[in-house]
């Protein structure tokens, strides 16, 4: 998978976040489930990056916060904490370990809109999800003196592989160390190639 530098940070990811985001996970089991933000600009509503997920007893997955606030994972069953809640940073991510005992429980995350994911604990063989795991990173920076996202320098947020471009203005108001002022913003997608590398690409 891959590492997205932050540049910024206050009060949302700034050119940075490895957030995974709805499409294809639901098509197989996850390994990393992500929650990210559904809206950028306040990050008041949050979302997991797949529905649902299985795992035999003892299992670890990877659970990512892909949101501009420190949340708490925990596995539940009938809304009760069945195992230890881990505190992830914003774009960081922890390891989480399923429940011995067989049945079906929730993945709840603490923060935004509190969402939450299915987790059925069997014994029947896991098919691991393809890798790698898809990411959707979203990025903002501090508007140009221009005033036009248009000119956002090529080179800010264009390491490893970064697409240029592709920079919309966004309601944020966290730069200046939080004294306010407008973004630019953007989403970047990573996209599997069929000989089994990747690339990243603006997500419009």
Not at 46 to 61: H, I, K, L
Request: with cysteine.
């Amino acid at each position: 998978m891959r590492a997205l530098k932050i540049l910024v940070v206050a009060g949302v990811v700034a050119v940075a976040g490895l957030g995974t985001s709805a499409p294809a996970m639901a098509a197989a089991n996850p390994s990393v489930v992500s929650v990210t933000c559904t809206d950028p600009g306040f990050c008041s509503a949050t979302v997991f990056s797949a529905s649902a997920m299985m795992a035999n007893p003892g299992d670890t997955f990877t659970v990512h916060n892909g949101t501009s606030f420190a949340g708490l994972f925990q596995i539940q069953k009938d809304g009760v904490g069945v195992s230890g809640t881990v505190t992830v940073a914003s774009d960081n991510a922890a390891s989480m370990t399923a429940p011995s005992a067989l049945g079906s429980y929730t993945i709840q995350f603490t923060g935004g809109s509190d969402p939450a994911m299915s987790l059925t604990v069997t014994n029947d063989p896991i098919t691991p999800a393809p890798l790698p795991v898809p990411i959707i990173g979203l990025q903002q920076v501090g508007v140009p003196a221009s005033g036009d996202c248009a000119d956002v320098p090529v080179t800010v947020g264009h390491d490893q592989g970064f697409p240029i471009g592709g920079w919309s203005k966004s309601w944020s108001q966290w730069i200046n160390n939080g004294t306010g002022g407008t973004v630019c913003t953007r989403t970047v997608e990573q996209i599997d190639n069929a000989d089994g590398t990747s690339r990243l690409v603006v997500n419009p």
